[in-house]
């Protein structure tokens, strides 16, 4: 493992290693931005759902009319957030660990009100939400020695 030295005392923060759990974080990202982006782009270029087969009355009860936000949250956020996650992870920055768990809770929380605005499962539902649960659970095995080395720096 090595360090990164912050210049204002002079003490480490260590580069996350890319062993199990860093594998298992960054593949799982590249996986829900693949399907992220692609899921983002297909709704934000046809908001009424059609490319995806969403009718709009599962909008009802949203604050959304149309799935336009709804895809650029989705590809944004999810789709190129992952990718840039994906990015910062091989370059072993200390920060990758945390947009990881930030995208794996985040990728939850997505999918429970989801869930809640439209009211019916697809079998996609607990599969993306078990990717944002490995994926922040990943993320802490990863991540924790940086936070104690930047915990240090404090």
Do not use: N
């Amino acid at each position: 493992m090595t360090t990164l030295i912050s210049p204002r005392t002079g003490t480490g923060i260590p580069r996350p290693d890319l062993r199990r759990a860093g594998r298992i974080a960054i593949s799982v990202l590249a996986v829900l931005g693949i399907g992220a982006l692609a899921g983002g782009i297909a709704l934000a270029a046809k908001p009424d759902g059609s490319v995806m087969q969403f009718p709009l009355r599962l909008l009802e009860g949203s604050p959304f009319s149309d799935y336009f936000v709804p895809g650029i949250i989705l590809g944004g956020v999810f789709g190129l957030g992952s990718f840039a996650t994906v990015a910062l992870g091989i370059l072993r920055r200390p920060v990758a660990p945390f947009l990881a768990f930030a995208i794996g809770c985040g990728q939850m929380i997505w999918i429970s009100v989801e869930l809640a605005i439209i009211r019916e499962l697809s079998f996609l539902h607990p599969l993306c939400f078990g990717m944002g649960l490995v994926i922040a659970a990943a993320s802490v095995s990863w991540g924790w020695p940086a936070f104690q080395g930047w915990r240090a720096t404090r």
